[in-house]
């Protein structure tokens, strides 16, 4: 079965460097990996999606990187804000004819001032 | 983006009784739906896939006379926990997709259940 694993550590940064977070996956390649933010006590919010045959996707400050070989994303936000202190969360789907997600342990990212 | 209602966001119940969580898609229509279960500090466990119109996907491991899905209609999925114990205790969130088209999932605000 995936396994997908990130960060197992909380990951503490000062405001305005750039954040790295680690996603690696075991198994079968994914047809989709998507990264979703999820605050405390809520339901997580989806950032960005990249395919299997995309390499990198840029979405204001979050830039996600899909190596398929390495079998590993990389999510980075830059110039960080406190605000972005959260956990984030990624995402494997197959494809196919459901949308069913299987998610990653998590990393909690934690902004300093 | 999309909009996905769940509720209540928070309940509190005695063991042994049950109690029934709502997921509504607000503004599209959602062909399947997910039902997820996160523990504290853990990663969200896929719990069942609910299809408009059929029986419920459940994954290994979890109880469908325990956990009973409807999809009834394309806005409104709702998870049953039956019989709760306090082991059910734990936080439940929903997702849509729309045509399930591989893109993003929307995600209801979860709820919180404490069975005492």
């Known amino acids: 079965s995936q396994k997908i694993e990130q960060n197992s550590e909380a990951l503490n940064i000062q405001e305005g460097k750039t954040a790295t977070l680690t996603c690696n996956y075991t198994n079968y390649s994914p047809a989709y990996l998507q990264w979703y933010r999820q605050d405390p006590g809520r339901g997580p919010v989806f950032l960005l999606l990249?395919?299997?045959?995309?390499k990198e996707k840029r979405k204001e400050r979050l830039k996600v990187t899909f190596d398929t070989t390495l079998k590993q994303s990389l999510f980075h936000i830059t110039a960080s804000q406190p605000a972005d202190s959260a956990t984030y969360l990624c995402a494997l789907s197959r494809g196919g004819a459901t949308n069913k997600l299987i998610f990653g342990t998590g990393t909690l990212l934690a902004v300093q001032p | 983006g999309a909009v996905v209602s769940q509720h209540p966001s928070r309940v509190i119940c005695k063991s042994g009784t049950s109690v029934k969580i709502e997921c509504r898609s607000l503004?599209?229509?959602?062909?399947?739906m997910f039902w997820y279960r996160q523990f504290p500090k853990k990663s969200l466990m896929l719990m069942a896939t609910?299809?408009?119109?059929?029986?419920?996907?459940?994954e290994q491991g979890v109880e469908k006379d325990k956990f009973l899905i409807n999809h009834a209609s394309l806005t409104l999925s709702t998870l049953t926990v039956t019989s709760a114990h306090p082991e059910d205790s734990s936080f439940y969130i929903c997702?849509?997709?729309?045509?399930?088209?591989?893109?993003?999932?929307?995600f209801g605000q979860g709820t919180r259940l404490t069975v005492v």
């Open positions: 997702s849509a997709s729309w045509q399930a088209l591989n893109t993003e999932a929307f």
């Open positions: 503004d599209f229509q959602a062909t399947t």
């Open positions: 990249i395919r299997e045959n995309e």
């Open positions: 609910s299809n408009e119109g059929s029986k419920a996907t459940y």
